[in-house]
T-cell receptor, first 112, second 112 residues
Framework: DGGITQSPKYLFRKEGQNVTLSCEQNLNHDAMYWYRQDPGQGLRLIYYSQIVNDFQKGDIAEGYSVSREKKESFPLTVTSAQKNPTAFYLCASKDRGNQPQHFGDGTRLSIL | RKEVEQDPGPFNVPEGATVAFNCTYS??????FFWYRQDCRKEPKLLMSVYSSGNEDGRFTAQLNRASQYISLLIRDSKLSDSATYLC?????????????FGAGTQVVVTP
């Protein structure tokens, strides 16, 4: 089945720790995105990538980093600089053009 | 002013009734429009695209009003399972990828 896989489903971060969220897609989409969603709020764009080895900051990139070494993979690292990391993180991908995004089922990150 | 705005609701709807709600967008150059459904603590899932002439998918009808810059979603014969948050997505064609803009969502609660 084609789709987007995010792991882990739940993640806990200790003070001062970096954690990495995985996102893999087999839809052959060029573009991939990371969003953050806080309770009762809309989606906010963290980073996006339209091609391998290239990525762009979104609206709330501070405290996060990404890489895009393979077309299928777009991991997100939540660094210790992100002081309020507790949120629901969603990865998405899309084809070029006016196409909709497809989402993974998300990772919930909490602070220990 | 936000680029994409939705009434957050909640819209409380008796089972079997009809509910409709809008999403307004600020940029007249917006090209593509979608409705997503998001269940509590889950990822958004594509519900339907919105075409210029309006379109229907079962009990769901989507309309586009370019003159007044809004899209609408109407749900007929509401089911309990229709309870969710409905997100509108607008794509602004700035390049070959398009810039996606999300509304914060309209919550619908269908009651027995």
């Amino acid at each position: 089945d084609g789709g987007i896989t995010q792991s882990p489903k739940y993640l806990f971060r200790k003070e001062g720790q970096n954690v990495t969220l995985s996102c893999e897609q087999n839809l052959n989409h060029d573009a991939m995105y990371w969003y953050r969603q806080d309770p009762g709020q809309g989606l906010r764009l963290i980073y996006y990538s339209q091609i391998v080895n290239d990525f762009q900051k979104g609206d709330i990139a501070e405290g996060y980093s990404v890489s895009r070494e393979k077309k299928e993979s777009f991991p997100l690292t939540v660094t210790s600089a992100q002081k309020n990391p507790t949120a629901f993180y969603l990865c998405a991908s899309k084809d070029r053009g006016n196409q909709p995004q497809h989402f993974g089922d998300g990772t919930r990150l909490s602070i220990l | 002013r936000k680029e994409v705005e939705q009434d957050p609701g909640p819209f409380n709807v008796p089972e079997g009734a009809t509910v409709a709600f809008n999403c307004t967008y600020s940029n007249s150059a917006s090209q593509s429009f979608f409705w997503y459904r998001q269940d509590c603590r889950k990822e958004p899932k594509l519900l339907m695209s919105v075409y210029s002439s309006g379109n229907e998918d079962g009990r769901f009808t989507a309309q586009l009003n370019r003159a007044s810059q809004y899209i609408s979603l109407l749900i007929r014969d509401s089911k309990l399972s229709d309870s969710a948050t409905y997100l509108c997505v607008v794509i602004l064609t700035t390049d070959s990828w398009g810039k996606l803009q999300f509304g914060a969502g309209t919550q619908v609660v269908v009651t027995p």
